[in-house]
């Protein structure tokens, strides 16, 4: 079975309220900047670079925090590698924008027709990775707040 692994970044905003970017897909509702890791890079590499190709947000612009992750994997057919099964790994970090400046430039890629800001907290979106990466979130700052605190931020 060919596996393959994407990494991505839940961009969302500094401040209240908080908002997180999605990506609208062509054909199929939202999704998040993300793509497979190419030979040679870290999984923070990979979606960083994702991010920046996907909406022209640079590693500069982004605070990496180091105490999430989400990864999860699943099984998916596709044209593209001949209806045989898939197996994938998504692994996905959370990074703050502060700047206002950038959140009003977001571009998308010719991979997606348009990007929008959610207001925080999610409704349900996408049941296969984004409703559960948007819980792991809720339950992290949740944690957060409860003095379980994270590290300090990396900048990209």
């Not at 590499?45 to 994997?73: K, M, N, Q």
């Not at 959610?118 to 809720?138: N, S």
Request: aromatic share 10%.
């Amino acid at each position: 079975m060919r596996r393959l692994k994407s990494c991505g970044v839940l961009c969302y905003t500094a401040g209240e309220p908080r908002r997180f970017l999605l990506m609208m897909r062509r054909r199929r509702g939202f999704d998040l900047p993300k793509g497979h890791i190419e030979e040679g890079e870290t999984e923070l590499e990979c979606a960083l670079r994702e991010l920046w190709e996907e909406t022209g947000i640079t590693a500069d612009h982004v605070s990496i925090d180091p105490a999430f992750r989400f990864e999860t994997r699943y099984t998916f057919r596709t044209k593209r590698y001949g209806d045989d099964p898939v197996d994938k790994t998504l692994v996905i970090f959370l990074g703050e924008i502060d700047d206002a400046a950038v959140m009003e430039t977001v571009q998308h890629s010719r991979e997606h027709k348009a990007f929008q800001w959610f207001d925080w907290p999610p409704a349900p979106i996408q049941k296969r990775t984004i409703d559960p990466l948007l819980a792991q979130v809720v339950e992290y700052w949740a944690e957060e707040q409860r003095g379980g605190g994270a590290e300090e931020k990396l900048s990209g």
